[in-house]
């Protein structure tokens, strides 16, 4: 099994920082796309930014230039740098990672248990 453990999360002010990790334990032959996700309170899961074995990146349009995702391969681990922080980015931000195992090269999809992030204005 592949799993995932992001930090990173906290209190911050309206205008200011955050960055959170992600990092993959287990048997990862294969990193494909990694990505956040982050759900408030009522509504539903949506995507935050995601990122491709290439490098490639996509965002949500509500974080564009505001957010930045990276990843380490070597770590199996993904970053996401927030700035300009509003309070509509409250919620709690899962990772999400998929690719193959080293037993039977078999695929995976995994998620996090998530970290909150509460921006006050």
């Known amino acids: 099994q592949v799993h995932l453990v992001e930090s990173g999360g906290g209190l911050v002010q309206a205008g200011g920082s955050l960055r959170l990790s992600c990092a993959a334990s287990g048997s990862i032959s294969f990193m494909n796309a990694m990505g956040w996700y982050r759900q408030a309170p009522g509504k539903q899961r949506e995507l935050v930014a995601t990122i491709t074995s290439g490098g490639s990146t996509n965002y949500a349009d509500s974080v564009k230039g505001r957010f930045t995702i990276s990843r380490d391969n070597a770590k199996n681990t993904v970053y996401l740098q927030m700035n300009t922080l509003k309070p509509e980015d409250t919620g709690v931000y899962l990772c999400?990672?998929?690719?193959?195992?080293?037993?039977?090269?078999?695929?995976?999809?995994?998620w996090g248990q998530g970290t909150q992030v509460t921006v006050s204005s």
């Open positions: 999400n990672a998929n690719g193959r195992e080293t037993l039977l090269w078999r695929s995976f999809t995994s």
